[in-house]
């Protein structure tokens, strides 16, 4: 009994802890008076636990508050610099690094290419070394290090934390984190891509204080992270929000999953790539025939030419946006959510079809939810998941996870 | 100060007495010793709870446990027919009312056809008189009856409580509750029918102990209730589960809500007889034909008929199954739940169905979270959206809405 109930207080004093250090990042500069009135703790126990917080380095004081009548209360702050995390966003040919504080300050950022023919060993190597180099470049130590968050287009497994499955990646039942060697046992946390932005969204984007939103990422596939009741939602097996096989036009091209017209067959950034190639080869009248290098047509080239007039690149666009309005309409009946936010690629489109994909949903979903609902690109723009997975080992702390 | 803290006092012992009437709900027989050690209150303050809660009449004392070294202890138990609530589930032709005690058990039911004419007011007399004459019959006073939870097709707003639209009833913005003058202030609670559904199979059903589940009723309409982290899921503004508008057929019948082929014109009760009486008209070799009031088939007399061989009659619920199929199958891409129960209309032919639409969403859905799914029909067949309305206020009781 006396184990166990040590075990109790152990858990209690690192949940009340939590609390603590939460009420101090929200409130930036607050008391310790305030914080026992704040969380019915004893004046003492607030004490001792900010004494500890103090020790460990979490936070610090910073000035004076104004006096209520005795002494001016001394104010306390998540201590900049203090403590660390690192968000790495990574598909077949890329690899976003992000590195932040314990304030969510985001100190450093890096968007790689990367060889599209890596193994897994060398995937994992690459990763140790990318967290071993910007430890290196800001002196941080391994205790200094709360963990690192990597962000994958895949499902993940929610109960074991393992890959179930990533197409694009070529990885099937991996679990990634027991492969590191070399970063001493910093924990390691692998979330869905489209997941890890809406982490980033509900806690630094615009669904900040948002129960029930939606957000879509759209890449060479199309993934939702949900979040139901204020907490990301993940099914009974982690693969909630797989929206990319919605079917929406069974007369579209096969998909990868056995099913016809799949949104993701529809609108993610290949097919748009995709749809451009086919109006250079057909040679309809377009400025997209000016490319030299039809082969390598980018989605900034289909933008640019569509930004520039080219109607036939404006077409391509905006047939992806009607199918992508048509699988928002499904998810608006059924989820009612109050916001969705399309990310990724996508933001380097918004501006030619949000309208217009607002616009088809408004005719499409029920008008009751969709009179509730607000549509937006995200703010974070390709850089959400990444941060999102640097935000993972925040939530930990803070006794949000 | 001391209002605060008195006002806090009544909340936290009203929290603290609906846990301990969960607990002895959930163990059937507990002593006040299991209560104080499951809860963590001291003796005393669990003595004071149950004394409270058998002086209320919740529950009685029923014989004695083993002993553990001392007394022999007085096990108690939730006092059978001590406290009501009744259920109303209502659609334009037809009234389930359902009397249960607090202890679950079903005192009275009854399905009543009703005249498709009654305007509202009408309606709210029909609701006071059916609630009187329960409470007549089975001697039940006002301060007995904690609660009636009334079921209907239609949004209801999760903020307001109000009916934002019942489309079959021809409600819109009704506040019904602040309708009932005889009812004496006994707490009403509106609920959409498929929510009521899958409040009863999570309470008592097939979901029990299930955190993320789906229930679709089938009948002139196609809903959904769904669960999620555990907890019914409504949305921003209680619309979440209105899937009857997935479109699963561009090139089909025009909806109401004003799309092309939703699912809810495809494999509704009302799409299924239309159907059947097409059948009819075009002569096609059926038994069918045999009826002799074409104009009034109804769903029985068409899964009779595929019952007995009809062939004619089986395709046409095949191929309703079909389009159920692939509706199932974009939200289990979505949602990833553990469990789809289809009740409602859909009892009445689930056995000729149910194992093809297994079989269509194996296919059509991902194969991960479809391998993770488990299809059944309710268990509680029509009477799940009553039962689970007469729920409601047993959980409010219990801390548990």
Chains 1, 2 share one sequence.
């Not at 598909?91 to 897994?120: C, H, R, S």
């Not at 097996?237 to 529809?266: F, L, Q, R």
């Not at 199918?323 to 109050?338: C, D, F, H, K, R």
């Not at 607002?358 to 998941?385: N, T």
């Amino acid at each position: 009994m006396r184990q166990n109930s040590a075990g109790n207080n152990k858990f209690l004093k690192e949940f009340n802890q939590a609390i603590l250090l939460d009420l101090i990042r929200i409130h930036k500069g607050i008391s310790k008076a305030d914080l026992a009135k704040m969380t019915g703790l004893s004046p003492t126990a607030a004490g001792v636990i900010t004494a500890s917080l103090l020790e460990k380095g979490y936070i610090h004081e910073t000035g004076t508050g104004e006096s209520k009548g005795g002494r001016r209360p001394v104010l306390l702050e998540l201590k900049p610099h203090s403590f660390f995390s690192i968000g790495i966003d990574m598909d077949v040919d890329y690899m976003n690094v992000l590195l932040i504080d314990i304030t969510g300050e985001i100190l450093f950022e890096k968007a790689m290419n990367m060889p599209q023919n890596d193994d897994f060993e060398k995937t994992v190597t690459r990763i140790e070394e990318t967290v071993i180099s910007i430890m290196k470049e800001f002196k941080i130590s391994h205790d200094k290090l709360l963990g690192i968050g990597i962000s994958i287009p895949g499902i993940i497994d929610s109960i074991s934390g393992k890959v179930v499955l990533a197409p694009n990646l070529g990885w099937s039942d991996v679990d990634l984190p027991s492969h590191f060697n070399r970063l001493h046992g910093v924990p390691v946390k692998v979330e869905n891509e489209a997941m890890a932005s809406a982490i980033c969204e509900g806690w630094v984007g615009a669904c900040q204080g948002i129960d029930n939103f939606v957000c879509i990422n759209i890449r060479s596939g199309i993934g939702a992270g949900i979040y139901t009741h204020g907490k990301p939602y993940r099914g009974v097996a982690g693969s909630a929000g797989e929206i990319g096989h919605i079917v929406v036009d069974e007369n579209g091209p096969k998909c990868g999953c056995g099913n016809y017209g799949c949104v993701e067959t529809m609108a993610s950034t290949g097919r748009i790539v995709e749809q451009a190639i086919k109006v250079v080869r057909q040679g309809s009248a377009s400025c997209l025939n000016l490319l030299e290098d039809i082969d390598h047509i980018t989605i900034d080239q289909v933008t640019e030419a569509a930004r520039n007039g080219d109607e036939e690149a404006g077409r391509v666009l905006a047939e992806a946006a009607r199918y992508l309005g048509i699988a928002i309409s499904s998810l608006v009946n059924t989820l009612n959510p109050e916001k969705v936010v399309i990310g990724k690629d996508f933001v380097k489109y918004a501006d030619l079809v949000l309208e217009s994909i607002k616009s088809i949903v408004a005719r499409r979903a029920l008008q009751y939810p969709a009179s509730r609902l607000d549509i937006v690109q995200s703010s974070l723009g390709e850089k959400a998941s990444a941060l999102g997975a640097a935000i993972i080992p925040l939530k930990v702390l803070f006794g949000r996870s």
